[in-house]
């Protein structure tokens, strides 16, 4: 199979979108990495506070110690100008809450802010403990002296500045988070549609087209990027059994036919005929139709099978059978052999008078044939001896066997009244069912 053969999917008639298979996948997916984003995320997001606490602590000390020495100094001095630049040049109103710089008796000799009320209590869990950091001031003469006590530096950080920076990162983690899922849900529903999804509902889809009648002429999806595997196996065992329910399909055909068609002359047989009959006569009593039936004998075919043969007796029954095929044209009537050289043919939806139109026709067409007779007494070629019966059903009163019957009656008046004849009904007032008197009509 050519790539041009490949059919696309689509999604099957009477699914809705939101119940097809495609989405359920792509929600089952999406559901699936949103728990994972989260479940990442959170991760992050607590190994990303745990660095965030660390870098604040690392850099307030950091601020302590660039300040030290110089703060060590004003404390010593008792310089309030000196303090006052030590503190001014720490404090911002952002990152630190209160600065303030005490000599080593505790008297405060500059101080900016004001501690605050921790109100958040996930700002007060996460940050509690890190808000505030006393730093000693020991002032040395000489780098190599023993320091000496003179005051106290102490920092408290901003609550609330710190809990906005947290936010932020929170937000900017869950979001990176939230986009690599998006990224591989798609990735992965692509994927599976491409390699599964797609394959399979293309399987599903052939599988909507088959004809019962005809399971082995199914369109057989190719499969191009799953070769050898199990979705490739899977269309090669349907197409297996698909094919074997066809065969079985074509050997019930074959019965059947068998079963319905005489061997000899290709007409359906009395089987069949039976069969044709009850069903057409069910038909016409529900639509209140008439039924026709004409039965046709050849007309003294036993000596002609004595003196010519039983092999010109076989091709003469051949040639009658399909001069009557290509007589009786209409698809829904039938034509069958009911038995040795008789017979018969159905007319659904055919009165009386239709039927014997038809009846003089045959014999006009078996008369063309001029196949020789020399032993037979009515005519030196083949003849046929006809009855012709219509009946509309009654319910409950009439059967299908009775028009049978009616007609072979006209067939045996027929033969009785010196055969080559055409014996068919006149209309009675008085019934619904014509009389059986009799017509002689010569060819």
């Known amino acids: 199979m050519s790539l041009k053969d490949e059919q696309p999917y689509k999604r099957p008639r009477g699914v809705s979108r939101r119940r097809s298979l495609t989405t359920k996948q792509a929600l089952a997916t999406l559901l699936a990495g949103l728990t994972l984003s989260f479940i990442a995320g959170s991760i992050e997001l607590i190994i990303d506070t745990r660095s965030m606490r660390g870098e604040v602590q690392n850099q307030t000390r950091q601020m302590l110690k660039l300040v030290e020495a110089t703060a060590a100094e004003a404390a010593f001095q008792l310089n309030p100008e000196l303090a006052e630049q ?7 109103g952002e990152t630190l809450a209160k600065v303030e710089l005490r000599d080593d008796f505790g008297r405060v000799m500059y101080s900016l802010g004001e501690a605050e009320e921790i109100a958040n209590p996930l700002y007060k869990y996460l940050f509690g403990d890190i808000l505030s950091y006393q730093q000693a001031l020991e002032y040395r003469v000489q780098s190599g002296d023993a320091g000496r006590l003179v005051g106290e530096l102490e920092l408290t950080l901003a609550l609330q500045t710190l809990g906005q920076n947290f936010t932020q990162r929170s937000l900017l983690i869950f979001t990176l988070s939230l986009l690599k899922t998006l990224g591989i849900v798609l990735l992965v529903v692509w994927v599976f549609a491409f390699l599964i999804t797609g394959p399979l509902l293309r399987v599903y889809n052939a599988l909507q087209t088959i004809n019962p009648e005809k399971p ?13 595997d199990e979705l490739d196996h899977l269309v090669k065992g349907l197409d297996n059994l698909l094919k074997a329910f066809q065969t079985g399909l074509d050997q019930r055909d074959h019965l059947h036919t068998l079963s319905s068609i005489d061997g000899l002359t290709g007409l359906a047989n009395r089987r069949h005929f039976d069969t044709q009959l009850e069903q057409l006569w069910q038909e016409a009593l529900e639509q209140q139709q008439p039924v026709a039936l004409i039965f046709m004998d050849i007309d003294f075919f036993k000596p002609f099978n004595d003196n010519y043969g039983h092999a010109a007796g076989d091709e003469c029954l051949q040639q009658v059978a399909s001069t009557m095929l290509t007589t009786v044209t209409r698809p829904d009537d039938l034509v069958a052999r009911y038995g040795g050289e008789e017979f018969v043919c159905i007319l659904p939806g055919t009165d009386l008078q239709g039927a014997y139109k038809l009846a003089c026709r045959l014999q006009e067409n078996i008369a063309k044939l001029q196949l020789p007779h020399a032993y037979s007494s009515c005519s030196e070629w083949i003849t046929l001896s006809i009855g012709v019966a219509s009946e509309i059903p009654i319910p409950g009163e009439t059967r299908p066997d009775r028009l049978l019957l009616l007609a ?16 068919r009904q006149h209309p009675d007032p008085g019934s619904r069912m014509a009389s059986s008197t009799q017509n002689k009509e010569s060819v």
């Open 86 to 92: 030590v503190v001014t040049g720490l404090y911002s």
């Open 216 to 228: 082995g002429k199914w369109h057989r999806p190719y499969l191009k990027y799953n070769k050898g």
């Open 408 to 423: 072979d009656e006209r067939l045996y008046l027929a033969k009785a009244s010196g055969r080559n004849r055409i014996i």
